[in-house]
């Protein structure tokens, strides 16, 4: 199994500012992957990492907005930037199991208020 | 394209009852994975099940059961005997064969016990 924590839990900040969110998985991994929950609503893939590459993000989401690094197998930080009230959601970073481990682990999440 | 929809946006029952909730997918791959997450009012998911296209067996775990049918490409969750805590929102999400860790979720069923 793996262990997921993110940084911070939460957040309340001002539109316009940008916050960085923590991803630290507790082995190797070799893709990371970020997940938004806007209120209510379901989870919609932003991107994956990989280690040693730039991001892959997926459509309706670009790099100048949700820039993410992976310097290493075991960490991503997701920064959402020159936030606006849409952006308040709750932001899940997520591994896959290894070996014969079928799930797909997801951190705690953190829970984003834009104002 | 792949899509999964989860019709039931919302179940009310009473504790001890039966509750199936629903869910049809659309793909067109041959190799695909079906999983289904709980999330509790805490917030985490948490992870129930992970099928692949090729194992038509129905599962069971507990209280828990759940039918895969792909002449109806549906992947339906049963809860027998329901409890209080059992009160969660409960998605459903398929992946491509190779892009386990790319979920896409249904609208989740948001599913209320009361005692």
């Known amino acids: 199994s793996a262990v997921i924590s993110q940084k911070p839990s939460r957040d309340i900040c001002q539109r316009g500012t940008s916050l960085t969110i923590q991803c630290q998985v507790d082995s190797q991994v070799t893709m990371m992957f970020w997940y938004r929950q806007q209120p209510g609503q379901s989870l919609t893939l932003i991107a994956t990492?990989?280690?040693?590459?730039?991001?892959?993000?997926e459509s309706g989401f670009v790099i100048d907005k949700f820039p993410i690094s992976r310097p290493n197998l075991t960490f991503s930080t997701l920064t959402v930037s020159n936030m606006s009230p849409e952006d308040s959601s709750i932001y899940l970073c997520?591994?896959?199991?290894?070996?014969?481990?079928?799930?797909?682990?997801f951190g705690p999440g953190t829970r984003l208020t834009v104002t | 394209a792949q899509k999964v929809t989860q019709a039931q946006t919302e179940i009310s029952v009473v504790e001890k009852e039966d509750v199936t909730l629903d869910c049809v997918y659309e793909?067109?791959?041959?190799?695909?994975?079906l999983f289904w997450y709980k999330q509790p009012p805490s917030g985490e998911l948490v992870f129930l099940i992970r099928r692949n296209s090729f194992d038509e067996q129905n599962e069971i775990s507990g209280r828990y059961s759940w039918n895969f049918q792909k002449s109806t490409s549906s992947f339906n969750f049963t809860i027998t005997a329901s409890q209080v805590v059992d009160s969660a929102v409960y998605f459903c999400?398929?992946?491509?064969?190779?892009?386990?860790?790319?979920?896409?979720f249904g609208q989740g069923t948001t599913l209320q016990v009361k005692p």
């Open positions: 990492a990989n280690q040693g590459s730039e991001a892959t993000y």
């Open positions: 999400a398929l992946a491509r064969s190779g892009n386990t860790g790319k979920l896409i």
């Open positions: 793909t067109r791959d041959t190799t695909y994975y």
């Open positions: 997520s591994v896959e199991g290894q070996g014969s481990s079928y799930e797909q682990y």
